[in-house]
């Protein structure tokens, strides 16, 4: 029976998946004597895959932007912080609950995602986003307004999880396990209920798909998963305030999931992995290159870069680094019988 | 499938290779020592972010040309992190894991300083001279208290400083607050709630958000609750922008200021508005005569420092650049992190730095409690009073 319904998708990548990111660590330990610090912008890059591809689901696959991601973050993070360090609840519970709480924000933010579509959805979820920043300013008691708040490490049963080491093993247990429920998720009725909308709603609506229902719960999942990754960065990092997410934040993540191909799961992977990467890679190595030709004051080449990504991908590679690599493959299937033009 | 066992085996045996610990101080080696410093390049502050290191490498240039500290010159990396708390976390580990340097300087603003703390404790590293006067610096019940060095007053001292001026030279001075609503305002705050709380008195409190450019309704709001003395919790340009739009308004409240307005731009570009601003100060003026400011002058006129960028922020750097070349003098000719940490607690009451006399010891990591008052006088900034705690 299970078979039957699995023997449509080639699985193979799962393992690889696993063992790949298992082995990383080992490798870089091996090779580097920095690797703390190549571990923790691992760490990074898992936390925000889970918020990426979430945002991909409600983005790339239902059609609705959002803006104001940073926010769900926050609220999982918050939320997560005030549950294990003032309310004295296991992390393991707030794993789970916090991330909820955040969904529920995300289903009210859902309420106006029903009339207002576009531009104009991005604007209402932006507007969210500052909403959410003055509550927490505002709700100082537990928040400690804009002073941030000191949130303790991961306790599972028992055991502390301290350190980059460890850290990255529950970061990346948690980001696989989102990719594969995504993954399973958008090829589920319920992802092509997703894309049915993103492709006409009034088709959607006629073929029977409920527009609200969906909607509502393209949102919640998404706002789950970014409190996921809120409550991870929260309690791996150990401090959180209030610029930690700020509104420039939510338009990085958008960034990530349309370079790597919006629409794609593997898209907002590979999206959040090429900038996370150029932005503490790469540019900073281009950076101090350029620097001894030329006079440009560090700093302002990051931006000159990210915009230039943009304006690139945008205008010659719209489906983002996963459908560059589905070319890619297709072009080897098919070699040396590949029709020239359609490659052009 | 062999292919993929070919990669597996390979990582697998890379990973073998791997080798022992760091080196037994990191950052020293035998003629120089590596600083890393966190600065704003390009966010919020950006500012600063130039002139705060330009003040340092003034001062460590002059050093190094007289032969550095031990025989070692001292050469600092600056790290961009655009203010950003999270960003400046993967600036210090990259400096501490992969610059490997031997401490850290001058890390710029109160919540990115306070995100890093966990990596202070995890590599037992010390900071020297964060470049905020948050009062949390101080705070010994912190995480990782023992590693940081402030060596300013901090703003919640400063705040209560002020509105004991302003009730001792107007006794009935209704007083009100406008302050930056992030980290550095919440401080603010903190000393102002204690005064209210001391003194049985209510201030009027209204905020800004950071970067804000329109301040009518706050100042409306000061006008309307009939404040005498109005305190400006910002940065440079916000002093400005508020006491032109009172000017505006014919409100004439007393303004002061905390020590991040006490910059000499805004007696230049307020005017007649800002004529009798009174603002904190936590050092002697750049261009006062005491041994330190006349060093720097020196020195910038060697170095021909364009003259906009000289002032309070620069030789904020430049004194700052002293207490941490004093501390590894301190450290001794084979320096180590718990050695600078042990030499930084053996300063008592040492003035030569060029702001006021700074004090740490095992306990106290308070340094300078202390500020003098600035009053802007016919367009120039005058001390008004000594040292008051």
Not at chain 1, 106 to 112: E, N
Not at chain 2, 293 to 321: I, Q
Request: aromatic content about 12%.
């Amino acid at each position: 029976m299970i078979k039957g319904r699995y023997d449509d998708e080639n699985l193979k990548w799962i393992p690889l998946l696993i063992g790949l990111v298992l082995l990383i660590p080992f490798a870089l330990k091996g090779m580097t004597f920095s690797y703390k610090y190549y571990i923790y912008i691992l760490n990074t890059i898992g936390i925000y895959i889970i918020l990426t591809v979430g945002l991909d689901l409600l983005s790339g696959y239902a059609g609705l932007i959002s803006l104001g991601h940073a926010a769900f973050m926050a609220i999982g993070a918050y939320t997560s912080a005030i549950l294990v360090d003032q309310a004295g609840l296991p992390f393991m519970f707030s794993l789970i609950l916090s991330p909820l709480i955040a969904g529920c924000f995300g289903f009210i933010i859902g309420f106006p995602a029903l009339r207002v579509s576009g531009m104009y959805l991005g604007l209402t979820t932006m507007g969210f986003g500052f909403i959410i920043r003055r509550l927490i300013i505002a709700l100082r008691e537990w928040t400690q307004g804009s002073a941030g708040l000191v949130v303790s490490p991961p306790n599972i049963f028992g055991f502390t999880i301290k350190g980059d080491w460890a850290n990255y093993f529950l970061v990346w247990t948690l980001a696989v396990l989102v990719i594969i429920g995504a993954r399973r998720i958008v090829k589920s009725k319920i992802g092509r209920a997703f894309m049915a909308i993103r492709d006409s709603e009034q088709a959607a609506e006629a073929s029977g798909i409920n527009l609200a229902k969906y909607k509502m719960f393209s949102f919640f999942i998404s706002g789950s998963l970014a409190g996921l990754s809120g409550v991870l960065m929260a309690h791996t990092n150990h401090f959180i305030s209030t610029d930690h997410f700020d509104s420039m934040l939510s338009i990085y993540f958008i960034i990530m999931v349309l370079v790597g191909g919006a629409g794609t799961v593997y898209g907002a992977v590979l999206g959040t992995l090429f900038i996370v990467l150029l932005d503490n890679l790469f540019v900073p190595e281009l950076e101090t290159l350029l620097h001894t030709m030329f006079s440009i004051e560090s700093g302002e080449m990051e931006s000159f870069i990210f915009g230039l990504v943009m304006f690139l991908f945008i205008i010659f590679q719209p489906t983002g680094l996963y459908g560059m690599w589905l070319k890619m493959r297709i072009y080897w299937k098919l070699f040396p019988f590949n029709p020239k033009q359609r490659f052009t | 499938m062999k292919r993929l066992m070919t990669i597996i085996i390979s990582i697998t045996m890379f990973s073998l290779i791997g080798c022992g610990g760091a080196a037994e101080s990191p950052g020293v080696t035998e003629n120089e020592i590596l600083i890393g410093n966190v600065q704003d390049l390009s966010g919020p502050m950006k500012e600063l972010g130039k002139i705060l290191p330009a003040g340092s490498n003034l001062y460590f240039d002059y050093i190094n040309d007289n032969g550095g500290v031990h025989g070692r010159k001292i050469r600092m990396l600056v790290e961009d992190a655009q203010y950003n708390p999270q960003k400046t976390v993967v600036a210090v580990k990259k400096l501490i894991e992969k610059e490997q340097v031997f401490c850290l300087y001058n890390v710029i603003g109160t919540s990115p300083v306070e995100a890093v703390r966990p990596l202070l404790a995890e590599s037992e590293i010390p900071l020297i001279a964060p470049a905020t006067q948050s009062g949390t610096m101080s705070d010994m019940s912190r995480p990782a208290a023992e590693y940081i060095f402030p060596t300013d007053t901090g703003y919640d001292i400063q705040a209560s400083i002020l509105i004991d001026y302003a009730k001792e030279i107007d006794e009935n001075a209704v007083i009100g607050v406008i302050y930056q609503d992030d980290d550095y305002g919440e401080n603010v705050l903190k000393g102002v709630e204690e005064s209210e709380a001391e003194m049985g008195i209510t201030v009027q409190k209204e905020s800004f958000q950071r970067g804000a450019t329109d301040f009518a309704g706050q100042v409306m709001n000061m006008m309307k609750g009939g404040c005498t003395h109005v305190i400006i919790a910002g940065i440079v340009k916000e002093p400005i922008i508020i006491m032109k739009t009172a000017e505006a308004m014919g409100y004439a409240p007393q303004f002061m200021g905390i020590s991040p307005t006490m910059d000499h731009r805004v007696s230049l570009a307020a005017g007649t508005a800002g004529e009798g601003f009174i603002s904190a100060n936590f050092a002697p003026l750049w261009n006062s005569d005491d041994n330190v400011p006349k060093l720097y002058r020196e020195l910038c006129e060697k170095a021909d420092v364009p003259e906009a960028m000289m002032g309070m922020y620069h030789y904020y750097g430049f004194s700052t650049a002293i207490v941490l070349v004093e501390g590894l003098r301190r450290a001794g000719k084979k320096p180590t992190r718990k050695k600078l940490i042990r030499g930084m607690e053996t300063f008592n009451n040492w003035d030569g730095a060029g702001i006021q006399p700074l004090t740490y010891n095992r306990n106290d990591h308070g340094g300078a409690e202390a500020v003098t008052l600035i009053q802007i006088k016919d367009g120039i900034q005058l001390p008004i009073t000594d040292w008051i705690k």
